[in-house]
């Protein structure tokens, strides 16, 4: 048995929105977790534009607050990132890396549905199955496979591209941002 057992919630989070609130608490309330870690992406393997790192790191900061202790923020791949032979950003080293700074973690990896139709791109999935299984988030619009799901209910439908599009129209986006989040991106002017 692990010493304690961690949820790690990786992504862009560009920005991060009240859906990946939800689930984070959905996650911290009804799976055997200790604590949930927002991991944001330092490089998208996939190259996808992002936001700077520092800028979408604080949001996250500002989006885990309302969470409480048991939600937290970290930097592991902004440490990775600065090793020589960094390319992209890759979970099975991020997975490496927790275990490695904290001995006899049990480590669980939070997906949404619609990750699933990706994994043949990952990195050694069936190593990142293994050392991290997956909690597997229903999302609208993705079947739900019954061999890995974890959730019952459906958490939105609501993803960062929808919100970035919103805020670059000049749509009102109160409601799909958490208020802080929402502050920050006005007053950095982000995804104008």
Not at 19 to 38: C, G, I, N, R
Not at 48 to 64: G, H, P, Q, V
Not at 67 to 90: M, T, W
Request: proline content about 7%; hydrophobic content about 45%; overall charge negative.
């Amino acid at each position: 048995m692990p010493d304690r057992s961690i949820a790690l919630f990786g992504g862009s989070f560009n920005p991060p929105h009240v859906a990946h609130q939800m689930v984070a608490l959905y996650v911290l309330e009804t799976q055997p977790v200790d604590e949930l870690w927002l991991v944001p992406t330092f490089a998208h393997p996939f190259g996808k534009d992002l936001a700077s790192y520092d800028d979408r790191f604080a949001m996250c900061e500002l989006a885990a607050a309302p969470l409480g202790a048991r939600c937290r923020v970290s930097r592991v791949e902004q440490e990775l990132a600065r090793r020589p032979e960094f390319v992209s950003s890759r979970t099975l080293d991020t997975i490496e890396a927790i275990e490695a700074a904290n001995p006899g973690v049990g480590l669980r990896l939070v997906i949404g549905a619609d990750i699933l139709g990706e994994t043949a791109a990952w990195h050694r999935w069936d190593e990142v199955v293994r050392r991290a299984p997956p909690i597997v988030v229903s999302r609208g619009g993705y079947p739900r496979p019954d061999a890995l799901a974890s959730t019952e209910i459906e958490i939105t439908t609501l993803s960062s591209t929808q919100v970035r599009e919103r805020i670059g129209a000049g749509d009102d986006v109160a409601g799909l941002l958490p208020r802080a989040v929402m502050g920050y991106i006005a007053a950095k002017g982000l995804y104008r």
